[in-house]
C-alpha cells in the first residue's frame, strides 16, 4: 500500500461505480474512514463496503440537503474531515442547439453544482482543522473542447475553472484543491450506457481505444482503479505541495491526434 490514511475522514461522491467505486475501496483499503454518497445504493457493493467499513448515503448532490447531510454524517460521526472526492458526474452527447433547459440544468447540476456544493460545506471544516484536500473529478474534455458532447464539455472545463480558482483562494487556509481529468474509462456507468446505444459495441470499444495513443498501443481503455490511484496522490501527504493542477490520465488523448493503427 503507498498511502496511508489512517485517522482521516474521506467523503466520496458518486461511489457507487466506476471510478468513486475503485476510489471509495482504494481509499478505505489505506485506513480512511470512507464515507459514500450516491444516487443509488447498489446491493452488489453491500458486502464488500461492509467489510471495508465504508458507510454509504443516498445523495443526489444537486441538493444542497443532501451534501449538508452527506458532510454532515462523516464529520458527526468522526469530528473531522480531511478529503473530499468531487467524482459524481454525468454524460449528455448531442449539439448544443438540441440540448433542452431540463438537459442542461441537470448536467450542470451533477456535474459542477455538486461540486461547488461539495466544496462549500467542506471548506469550513477543513479550514477550522488547519487543512485538507479536495480532488474533483473532471475530465479530458475539460481541458479540451470536444465536438459531439459540448455541453459535458463545458461542465467539465468549468470544473477545472472551479478547481484552479479555490487552489489559489485557499492556500493560504492549507487547502489542497486538484482535479484529474480521465480519458475513455471503460466498466463505468456513463460508459456501459454510451457503449450499450452504439448498434456494434466492440467497434465502438475500439473507437474509443484509437483516440488515445496509450490506450491503442495496449489495446484498452483507461481503467477506474488507475484514476483511483491518481485521486489517492493528490489526496495524501505525498502531494502535500501539489495544488490547482488538472492531471490528465487520457492515455496522451489530450496531446493531439494520435497515430492510427489497425486492430
Avoid at 32 to 56: C, H, K, M, W
Avoid at 219 to 227: G, L, N
Avoid at 251 to 259: A, E, I, T
Wanted: aromatic share 4%; with cysteine.
Amino acid at each position: 500500500m503507498l498511502y496511508n490514511f489512517s485517522n482521516q475522514t474521506i467523503v466520496v461522491t458518486g461511489g457507487e461505480q466506476g471510478i468513486g467505486r475503485a476510489t471509495a475501496k482504494l481509499l478505505a483499503t489505506a485506513g480512511g474512514s470512507v464515507f459514500v454518497g450516491d444516487v443509488t445504493l447498489r446491493p452488489e457493493n453491500d458486502a464488500e463496503y461492509q467489510r471495508l467499513g465504508i458507510t454509504r448515503l443516498t445523495c443526489d448532490v444537486r441538493q444542497e440537503t443532501a451534501i449538508q447531510s452527506l458532510i454532515g454524517t462523516a464529520f458527526g460521526q468522526t469530528g473531522r474531515l480531511q478529503v473530499l472526492v468531487n467524482n459524481a458526474g454525468v454524460g449528455h452527447v448531442g449539439p448544443i442547439t438540441e440540448v433542452s433547459e431540463a438537459e442542461w440544468d441537470h448536467v450542470m447540476g451533477v456535474n459542477l453544482k455538486g461540486a461547488f456544493l461539495g466544496c462549500k460545506h467542506a471548506i469550513p471544516l477543513m479550514k477550522a482543522a488547519g487543512g485538507g484536500a479536495i480532488v474533483n473529478t473532471a475530465s479530458n474534455a475539460g481541458l479540451l473542447p470536444r465536438v459531439h458532447d459540448p455541453l459535458y464539455s463545458i461542465s467539465k472545463q468549468a470544473i477545472v475553472g472551479l478547481t484552479r480558482s479555490l487552489a489559489l483562494c485557499h492556500a493560504i487556509d492549507g487547502i489542497r484543491v486538484n482535479a484529474v481529468c480521465p480519458g475513455p474509462v471503460e466498466q463505468t456507468g456513463m460508459m456501459d450506457e454510451n457503449l450499450a446505444a452504439e448498434p456494434d459495441p466492440q467497434a465502438a470499444y475500439l473507437k474509443y481505444v484509437e483516440a488515445s495513443p496509450l490506450a491503442a498501443a495496449a489495446r484498452r481503455m483507461i481503467r477506474p482503479q488507475e484514476v483511483a490511484e491518481a485521486i489517492a496522490y493528490l489526496a495524501s501527504e505525498a502531494a502535500a505541495m501539489v495544488t490547482g493542477t488538472c492531471l490528465a490520465i487520457d492515455g496522451g488523448k489530450s496531446l493531439g491526434v494520435p497515430p492510427r493503427r489497425n486492430f
